[in-house]
């Protein structure tokens, strides 16, 4: 068994690898992944490629490289039947799914949400937040850090006279203000510092 070959592309001479088997090294025909990139002649058949010696540029020009089976074809529409229709409304749209609402839903446990949650996430404090951010220009009072590209900082609103000790300040405008999440945990009234 000979241990040189001579490359079908290049011409030039190249020895077996060590890591070659003697089955690999009877295939072997190109010397370099280049060469055996060159090598190869698209016939246009289904399969695509088969293993030539004409150059890979020539006859390639305007040669669609999508056999169909794994690409969308663009500006082909599917199937009328399964096509979905425009202005059909789903039959769940709008409607709870009694079977998992309330009580009927395996996680339930018995109306425990509690009423400083319910206040947090209530639409009050979702309107008095977007109030408060537009009105402070989306920055940081302390820091003056606002939302630009590249800088994720993460703004909070905070209330200088807390939220749980004064409930009747807690929907107030003048008593919130824009603070970035850093800005935030450095107050005295953060958490459950009050």
Not at 16 to 23: E, M, R, V
Not at 84 to 89: A, P, S, T
Not at 140 to 167: M, S, Y
């Amino acid at each position: 068994m000979t241990h040189t070959k001579q490359c079908e592309v290049c011409g030039k001479n190249f020895e077996k690898k060590i890591n070659y088997s003697k089955k690999y090294w009877a295939k072997a025909k190109f010397c370099s992944r280049e060469c055996q990139i060159k090598g190869r002649v698209y016939t246009g058949e289904r399969g695509g490629f088969k293993k030539g010696i004409v150059p890979w540029n020539k006859g390639m020009k305007g040669v669609n490289f999508n056999t169909g089976r794994t690409h969308f074809k663009k500006g082909k529409h599917p199937s009328p039947k399964t096509e979905f229709k425009k202005g059909n409304i789903p039959w769940s749209k709008g409607k709870k799914l009694l079977y998992a609402t309330g009580e009927n839903n395996p996680n339930w446990k018995g109306r425990i949400t509690s009423e400083h949650q319910k206040l947090r996430h209530s639409p009050e404090m979702k309107e008095l937040r977007a109030k408060t951010f537009k009105r402070d220009k989306y920055s940081c009072k302390l820091c003056g850090r606002k939302r630009i590209p590249g800088d994720r900082v993460i703004l909070e609103i905070h209330h200088i006279k807390p939220f749980a000790t004064h409930k009747e300040l807690r929907f107030n405008e003048d008593n919130v203000i824009t603070l970035c999440a850093e800005c935030h945990r450095k107050t005295e009234t953060y958490g459950k510092n009050v």
